[in-house]
């Protein structure tokens, strides 16, 4: 019996380097708990129970007498008896009387990870009746969770509604295996998505339809690159004064025009680079061919094939450059596909694009892998939604070709962040066209399964994860859930969450990924300011 009773004193004292002593793991159940069911039941003395406020959510540390471990866990139920119900005596009638109130609070705790010598691993010690329960510090959750010390911070821990001084970071690496964050409109994505953006110590682009981004990006003195349609047939000038005004930039004036790029600075001195883009049919032929949703897979080759060769614009690609065709023996449907193909490019005004006398051009990529950008599309969206989603899947490529030209010629990997917001738009579930969901589908695995190995990482941001595609599902590694409705988080697997979010404050989320010591870890993100 003594060397049981100095394991229990070990075990407090081993509690109480980690936190303070509140109670026990309870005498008068069976401690029971397996691979599937990680559950326990602890009893906290009233008097603890008044001076300590306990939540469902409340991280709670265990010490283990015999297997001499620690473990952490969270509260996942309470139970409070009235001392009639714990003794079992039958009340006749109602009747008042506090001192019935003075029984143990009953606890139901779920095992997260388990501290065997140095290393933290999931719990699989058996739990010991009178196991020293104890409210952990802020380190021991820390430790406990494997929170990382440094990357990108995004919030704090959370415990039911109260906020701990526990840090969530998200480091690149676990960036480069891509992140998805589902919640509905006002859960707080976009300020999740401002905070990534303004933390990261990575270069960066952000794929924006919303124009939500575009002040933030000015503000840090960034890159804003702007697709600019056919439709804004106006000079330079006019334009980029439209474009000041429609994005709240108003005391900002050009400094500097080198040919598209535009220095912009306000009278306090603060700067950002403008953009001003268009894609070239002579430059851009075989990319616009593989992305944008109207060829067909055999229609895109010949396109490519018949323009390689006769130099022209897409105005004049008809009389300029079908006649090559008349050398291959084509399907008439194949013919038709690129006939009606041409004009939807076309109609897409995003193609040889002419402000006054200049032919806007794309921006130095080289340049660009090195800051932080956002690519506005507001302004070709208006034309479609096709519009844009060429525009960034061209963006996309471009940048993918330089870093993987580094590393292939001299084995660098470049680190970089791309982010979609809305993305069930870029990578929708069907596709839009004939052909394009096996194009998309190329370059999903392109920029996320060979990216990753390059040093890139994607973030996608959407409330209709029931309208993205199956292969980003399968390929983010990270998932984060704020407030939404119950098909989208069983959509990812994270149903179980549905009552827990959906009346939960902006920025209260759900994180699951593979490099935490837990499976899951709820937090309330920062406010971007």
Not at 45 to 65: A, C, D, N, Q
Not at 324 to 333: I, N, R, T, V, W
Not at 402 to 421: A, C, N
Request: aromatic share 8%; net charge neutral.
């Amino acid at each position: 019996m003594a060397e049981v009773r100095n394991l229990v004193d070990e075990a407090k004292r081993r509690a109480s380097q980690y936190g303070e002593v509140v109670g026990l793991i309870s005498r008068v159940v069976t401690v029971s708990h397996g691979e599937e069911e990680k559950e326990v039941k602890a009893d906290i003395p009233f008097e603890v129970y008044l001076k300590k406020r306990f939540l469902i959510g409340s991280y709670i540390g265990i010490s283990l007498p015999i297997p001499g471990t620690l473990m952490l866990g969270r509260i996942k139920a309470v139970e409070r008896a009235d001392i009639l119900a714990v003794s079992k005596v039958p009340s006749l009638s109602p009747s008042e009387d506090s001192s019935g109130l003075v029984t143990p609070l009953t606890v139901t705790i779920e095992l997260l990870s388990e501290k065997v010598e140095d290393e933290v691993v999931p719990p699989s010690s058996p739990v010991d009746p009178q196991s020293p329960i104890f409210i952990p510090n802020e380190d021991f959750i820390k430790e406990m969770l494997g929170l990382p010390s440094s990357g990108i911070q995004i919030g704090f821990v959370m415990e039911g509604y109260r906020r701990l001084n526990v840090p969530v970071m998200i480091p690149h690496d676990i960036l480069r295996h891509h992140m998805l964050i589902v919640g509905t409109t006002g859960a707080g994505k976009t300020n999740l998505l401002k905070l990534i953006m303004s933390r990261a110590e990575t270069p960066l682009i952000v794929f924006d339809i919303q124009g939500d981004y575009v002040k933030p990006m000015a503000k840090m003195g960034g890159n804003i690159l702007v697709p600019v349609p056919r439709d804004y047939s106006m000079n330079v000038v006019d334009f980029v004064n439209l474009f000041l005004k429609r994005s709240g930039l108003t005391g900002y004036k050009m400094k500097r025009i080198e040919g598209n790029k535009i220095e912009m600075e306000n009278d306090e001195g603060k700067r950002f680079t403008l953009h001003l883009i268009g894609f070239r049919l002579l430059k851009t032929y075989d990319i616009l061919a593989d992305v944008s949703p109207f060829f067909s897979v055999q229609a895109a080759y010949f396109f490519k094939l018949a323009t390689r060769g006769c130099g022209t614009i897409i105005d004049k690609w008809e009389e300029t450059c079908s006649r090559a065709l008349g050398d291959y023996k084509l399907h008439p449907s194949t013919k038709d596909n690129i006939s009606r193909s041409v004009i939807q490019l076309r109609e897409s005004g995003i193609v040889d694009v002419k402000m006054g006398s200049v032919m806007l051009d794309e921006p130095d990529y080289v340049e660009l892998l090195q800051q932080k950008s956002v690519l506005d599309l507001r302004w070709v969206t208006e034309n479609s939604i096709n519009s844009a989603t060429i525009s960034a899947f061209v963006i996309v490529e471009r940048l993918f070709h330089e870093i993987d030209k580094k590393y292939k010629e001299r084995g660098e990997i470049t680190p970089f962040l791309m982010i979609f917001d809305e993305a069930h738009e870029y990578f929708p579930q069907g596709g839009r066209g004939e052909g394009e969901k096996e194009s998309l589908e190329r370059l999903i695995n392109r920029i996320m399964r060979l990216g990753r190995v390059r040093g890139i990482g994607v973030i996608f941001a959407t409330h209709k994860p029931q309208d993205l595609n199956d292969l980003v599902l399968t390929l983010t590694n990270s998932k984060i859930a704020l407030r939404a409705d119950e098909d989208a988080l069983d959509r990812i697997d994270m149903k179980e969450y549905a009552k827990l979010l959906q009346a939960s404050p902006p920025g209260y989320g759900v994180l699951r990924t593979f490099s935490l010591k837990v499976t899951d870890l709820v937090f309330r993100s920062e406010k971007y300011q």
